[in-house]
């Protein structure tokens, strides 16, 4: 009888395996990883931090720009953040509001104050570089888990730890990719790399995040992030220093209205 009964609950378990196997596509356990890095990045509120960019030409050739970035967690949608550049002194008070949302295109806007006028970013100009940089201005929006389809394509290994591999492509209009694909490590769900694919399907960028530290107990925040431009050898590498989590920021704090104000 004994034999009996254990050779059955071995066939139930072979059977539920096969199921959950089945059941588990990798569009579903792609989407899956993304939910769980969203989720374990949500509720920190409002923070303020301060950013040294580093643009880098093909031959090496370095200049430095020092940014204050405001950020606040909306309920319902995508976050808000605010950046606004210190130095040095030829782009000094240029300040960049952008309100990402769940569904549809973001809202951004930049304030040139050698024109003292509001520039709104059009939709169709979203894959353009941010301020000389190699970074687009829609890797400037929060990350939304609607935006994207998914797929699980393997596991891997990166800078000593276990990764999900997932490629994302983007369901919002004017994106200047036709694909991502992230590193992403299984402890912590932190995204480690990202590699930009052009419309072309050839890879245009890769972006890596280091000296990772956590806040509030919960939180991670990459302190470096170094973005390659591929294809022409340009790169840019941000330096975070000075994190602050709910430090008041609100609403008015992040008004289209009050840009020429940011400073």
């Known amino acids: 009888m004994k034999r009996i009964l254990s050779s059955l609950l071995l066939a ?3 059977v539920s395996m096969a199921n959950n196997a089945v059941a588990e596509t990798p569009e579903e356990k792609g989407l899956a990883i993304a ?3 969203k989720a374990r990045n949500t509720g920190w509120g409002d923070s303020q931090a301060d950013m040294t960019m580093i643009l880098r030409d093909k031959g090496g050739n370095e200049a430095e720009r020092i940014v204050k970035v405001k950020s606040l967690e909306v309920k319902g949608d995508g976050d808000k953040g605010l950046s606004v550049f ?5 782009v000094e008070g240029t300040a960049f509001l952008t ?22 970013i059009s939709s169709s100009n979203k894959s353009g570089p ?19 389809e998914y797929k699980f394509l393997r596991e891997d290994e990166l800078n000593g730890g276990k990764m999900y591999v997932v490629e994302m492509v983007p369901t919002y209009n004017n994106s200047g990719y036709s694909k991502t694909i992230a590193w992403i490590d299984q402890e912590h769900y932190r995204v480690h790399r990202i590699e930009f694919f052009d419309q072309k399907n050839d890879k245009l960028k890769e972006l890596n995040m280091s000296e990772f530290k956590q806040y509030l107990d919960k939180y991670w925040r990459a302190h470096r992030q170094e973005m390659e431009n591929v294809q022409t050898g340009k790169s840019t590498t941000i330096i975070w220093k000075g994190y602050e989590f709910n430090v008041g920021l609100s609403e008015d704090d992040f008004n289209k209205s009050s840009l ?4």
């Open 99 to 120: 309100y990402s949302h769940i569904h549809g295109n973001d809202d951004q806007w930049l304030y040139l104050p050698a024109l003292k006028r509001v520039k709104r």
């Open 12 to 14: 139930v378990a072979a």
């Open 130 to 148: 941010w301020m000389g940089s190699e970074f687009a201005y829609e890797d400037l929006s929060s990350f939304e888990v609607e935006k994207y």
């Open 260 to 263: 020429k104000r940011a400073r």
């Open 35 to 37: 939910k769980e890095a």
């Open 86 to 90: 210190e130095q040095p002194r030829d």
